[in-house]
């Protein structure tokens, strides 16, 4: 079992429509990166959570503690925002970086 | 612009030769760091440095060099490459350490040792 999971693996969804990520993770952390890649490889980290939620724009990530799971949600989708989306957490003894597969994500028009 | 950007994308060269990647960051940060993604997509951490100084420095190979002249680079100089470094290297930076600050990656550097 992968310390960190994420759900779905692909999803293909309409212009318009409320997408959520979910991430699970078996460690123990100090915070938890969402990051969003582009085709051609580039790296942008979207939030950085220890607690509670964080909004920017149409982007809202939540992290729930005790039940070690987060979630991202993308409002009003649109092709743009296709790219994969990646939950990496940091473990609470050491800078070590642990990424979960990815979600690809697809926004049609 | 490109916030954290690496150079150069691919890297195929022999063993036995010496090569660096450079990394520069435009954001003001102070804190810089090496990951190698591994096998199983982990992201290890081997060095980090905040405003020119060396704060992490994980077990790595001492073939392994970080040099940053300035806190917006921090270049990676291998000597003597094996195959097993071949890997997929990103730098990233953080506004202070990474424990509290947002990670802003480069989009990574693979390298093959033949």
């Known amino acids: 079992k992968n310390e960190v999971e994420q759900s779905p693996q692909n999803l293909t969804a309409q212009e318009g429509e409320f997408i959520t990520i979910n991430c699970s993770y078996s460690?123990?952390?100090?915070?938890l990166h969402w990051l969003q890649q582009h085709p051609g490889g580039g790296i942008v980290s979207l939030f950085m959570?220890?607690?509670?939620?964080k909004k920017h724009g149409r982007l809202i990530a939540t992290i729930n503690i005790q039940e070690k799971h987060s979630s991202l949600h993308i409002t009003a989708s649109h092709p743009r925002d296709s790219a994969v989306y990646i939950c990496?957490?940091?473990?609470?003894?050491?800078?070590?970086?642990?990424w979960g597969a990815g979600t690809k994500l697809i926004i049609k028009p | 612009d490109t916030a954290v950007s690496q150079t150069p994308k691919y890297l195929v060269t022999q063993m036995g030769n010496d090569k660096s990647i450079k990394c520069e960051q435009n954001?003001?940060?102070?804190?810089m760091y090496w990951y190698k993604q591994d096998s199983k997509k982990f992201l290890k951490i081997m060095f980090s440095?905040?405003?020119?100084?060396?704060?992490i420095n994980e077990t790595v190979p001492n073939r392994f060099s970080p040099k940053s002249p300035d806190k917006a680079h921090l270049n990676l100089h291998i000597n003597s490459l094996e195959l097993g470094d071949s890997a997929v290297y990103f730098c990233?930076?953080?506004?202070?350490?990474?424990?509290?600050?947002?990670?802003?990656f480069g989009s990574g550097t693979q390298l093959s040792v033949l």
């Open positions: 990233a930076s953080s506004k202070g350490q990474g424990r509290v600050g947002k990670l802003f």
């Open positions: 954001l003001g940060h102070d804190t």
């Open positions: 440095y905040n405003n020119k100084e060396l704060i």
């Open positions: 460690v123990g952390i100090s915070a």
């Open positions: 959570l220890s607690s509670g939620k």
């Open positions: 990496a957490v940091i473990g609470d003894s050491n800078y070590q970086l642990i």
